[in-house]
């Protein structure tokens, strides 16, 4: 069985500070994670993914990510946040021999200018 | 196509009507997914396609709930007698392939289907 937790419903950060939001999992074997985003009325949009290899992880947007096997998590991070980084950010892992994704519940990110 | 592309973008029913919802995935992807996306449940996983076979459908709800996919391409979300709980946006899903090294591969998602039933 697989799962993902992301503990924080909501984060709000001003322009220009740093953001980071949450992800937690759970896999049998070797996870697979992946960071969507969702702007209102819109489908979920690739951010990046791990599969193996460097711990840091770097996407679109300026995103990046740091997989953390001892405590099991993939928080996403972006340095410096901007208004339009306001969405829906989901965290999703896949374990090798799965093929469906387990999403997180999502978290709502507010940047506000 | 460029993405994955679902039709229509808003359904508005009646209870106990039948839908159809259709996906068309971006070419030469022969794996697709159907997941719902609703604010009590989240996002879950509802059925996968290998070409046109599914192998696992115990994602599906109910028995009203069923899908199918032809010529390993375009497939269809079938709902019937819907039920005001089957409000949701039913979100679908392609990608290159699945299975050993190719579940690295990346799921590209369409818009969604936004599904009202009155």
């Known amino acids: 069985a697989q799962s993902v937790a992301q503990p924080e419903d909501q984060v709000n950060v001003a322009e220009g500070n740093p953001l980071t939001v949450k992800c937690t999992y759970s896999v049998s074997g070797n996870p697979y994670l992946f960071w969507y985003v969702q702007y209102p009325n819109r489908g979920l949009q690739f951010l990046l993914k791990?599969?193996?290899?460097?711990?840091l992880v770097k996407g679109s947007y300026g995103f990046e990510a740091e997989f953390n096997k001892s405590q099991t998590s993939f928080h996403l991070k972006k340095p410096s946040a901007l208004v339009s980084d306001s969405a829906l950010y989901f965290c999703?892992?896949?374990?090798?021999?799965?093929?469906?994704?387990?999403f997180g519940a999502g978290t709502t990110v507010t940047v506000r200018a | 196509g460029a993405g994955v592309s679902q039709s229509p973008s808003n359904k508005v029913t009646e209870k106990g009507k039948d839908v159809e919802l259709r996906c068309d995935p971006i070419s030469g992807h022969t794996a697709l997914y159907w997941y719902r996306q609703s604010l009590g449940q989240g996002l879950e996983f509802l059925i996968y396609f290998q070409g046109n076979s599914a192998p696992d459908k115990s994602g599906l709800p109910s028995d009203r709930f069923s899908a199918e996919r032809t010529g390993g391409s375009v497939s269809t979300l079938t709902i019937q007698r819907t039920q005001q709980e089957d409000s949701a946006v039913y979100l679908c899903?392609?990608?290159?392939?699945?299975?050993?090294?190719?579940?690295?591969?990346?799921?590209?998602f369409g818009a969604g289907t936004r599904l009202s039933v009155l």
């Open positions: 791990y599969i193996t290899g460097d711990n």
């Open positions: 999703a892992v896949r374990d090798l021999n799965d093929y469906k994704l387990s």
């Open positions: 899903a392609s990608s290159k392939g699945l299975g050993g090294v190719l579940a690295k591969n990346i799921q590209y």
